[in-house]
């Protein structure tokens, strides 16, 4: 539905598109966040260099894994490296905060606004700095939830004590054996609860965010939203882009903020309504 030929208008100047950006949060009636990696590389949340080195240097020197996505899915030998190198990914990723404050100057903004945020990020950093989780939806899961791995349920577990203690107790890159989490009701080994195939649990809490997510759309629509796009790409664009493009479209009074390093474009249909800023997240968020 929409032309194949971009419009760029990150070439109008920067400070002119951060004025109109200013100008539709103040006001807007209503903000949806649509948050993508990128949101989290700008806070830095970083998958190489030198976290990577930091945390994996010997599974770098074993196996030659060059980045921590990457070595997500290398098919270790045993279950005790699996869960040696995935309580590492999760601890660094879930449990400690991220090196900067974008989430938070986030959050200073639209605090007082009626906001909405759907993610693809599972590294939980908008609850961490005090989003309202009745206002989240995170659709591709948690890096703080467990679900088996068959699945033999719609259930979700809390894995910080069990991940606190892989982490503690790994030796040589491996976890004691008695750590390996499963399933109470099965047996069989746990995974973690993300989105890579159709075995991706749903649980009670992703439907019911799934469910206010519909609902602050259908009740706004029409309303002077902003649909504020940060660092979102195009591995998962029908989560998040295309659905704000469609929306855009379809409510005259809506605009469609996009911000993206390298990457901040809106199709033709909308462009009069757009504000495209190519640029690092984190300090654009400081000047607004
Ligand atoms: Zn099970």
Redesign the pocket.
Known sequence: MFSRIWTKPSTKSCSEQLERLKAALQDCDAVVIGAGSGLSAAAGFTYAGERFEQHFSDFAQKYGIRDMYSGGFYPFPTQEEFWAYWSRYIYINRYQNAPKPVYDDLLKLVADKDYFVITTNVDHCFQKAGFDKKRLFYTQGDYGLFQ?S????QETFDNEAVIRLMMERQENMKIPTELLPV?P????PLTMNLRSDDRFVEDEGWHRAAEQYENFLRVRAGQKTLFLELGVGYNTPVIIKYPFWQMTVRNPKAIYACINLGDAYAPDDIAARSICIDGDIGEILTQL
């Open positions: 088996c068959e699945p033999c349920c399933c009701h099965c047996g069989k």
